[in-house]
T-cell receptor, first 114, second 109 residues
Framework: IAGITQAPTSQILAAGRRMTLRCTQDMRHNAMYWYRQDLGLGLRLIHYSNTAGTTGKGEVPDGYSVSRANTDDFPLTLASAVPSQTSVYFC?????????????FGPGTRLTVL | GQNIDQPTEMTATEGAIVQINCTYQTSGFNGLFWYQQHAGEAPTFLSYNVLDGLEEKGRFSSFLSRSKGYSYLLLKELQMKDSASYLCAVTTNDYKLSFGAGTTVTVRA
């Protein structure tokens, strides 16, 4: 069982370019999440999805969009990347929404915007 | 947002005990998670406390006091592989998980 996979592992991107980070889980979890992790700030929630077909905004949603067409996939799109979006991005999933369920994290995508 | 505080760094000797404190100020508190994150890797689940008291899992224990907004993670019989960041995270009634900045623990021989 792979759990959660993310692609790419790392990426260097020119400012203004569009980028989609991919996330796929094979645990049939209902809820999925995108976080960014920056030094000294910890993990911050960007967007979440409680179930397929629904999405919601987290703490730092500006400049990002998500979709949840099916249970397994939860891509994160940067429409026009800016240097402040340089970060490590983690996708996570949990069996149920509600925060009390353990979240399982993917290996992360290291994104550098120049 | 939530206010979650934990020390930035701690250093301890192999075989020793280290206690990582976490204080939080939040509304609609539901429970508190501890995650471990090795450098360059994903966070992995360690513990979840909902009720006051101590939960023990092998060498790791986690304590929660809801009235004081306080938790700690206790690591006993430290091993070199325990060198990692430890993340305190609070879950609230709005179904969100908020993380502290993490505590980097360095275990020295």
């Amino acid at each position: 069982i792979a759990g959660i996979t993310q692609a790419p592992t790392s990426q260097i991107l020119a400012a203004g370019r569009r980028m989609t980070l991919r996330c796929t889980q094979d645990m049939r979890h209902n809820a999925m999440y995108w976080y960014r992790q920056d030094l000294g700030l910890g993990l911050r929630l960007i967007h979440y999805s409680n179930t397929a077909g629904t999405t919601g905004k987290g703490e730092v949603p500006d400049g990002y969009s998500v979709s949840r067409a099916n249970t397994d996939d939860f891509p994160l799109t940067l429409a026009s990347a800016v240097p402040s979006q340089t970060s490590v991005y983690f996708c996570a999933s949990s069996d149920q929404a509600g925060g009390a369920d353990t979240q399982y994290f993917g290996p992360g995508t290291r994104l550098t915007v120049l | 947002g939530q206010n979650i505080d934990q020390p930035t760094e701690m250093t301890a000797t192999e075989g020793a005990i280290v206690q990582i404190n976490c204080t939080y100020q939040t509304s609609g508190f539901n429970g508190l998670f501890w995650y471990q994150q090795h450098a360059g890797e994903a966070p992995t689940f360690l513990s979840y406390n909902v009720l006051d008291g101590l939960e023990e899992k092998g060498r790791f224990s986690s304590f929660l006091s809801r009235s004081k907004g306080y938790s700690y993670l206790l690591l006993k019989e430290l091993q070199m592989k325990d060198s990692a960041s430890y993340l305190c995270a609070v879950t609230t009634n709005d179904y969100k998980l908020s993380f502290g900045a993490g505590t980097t623990v360095t275990v020295r021989a």
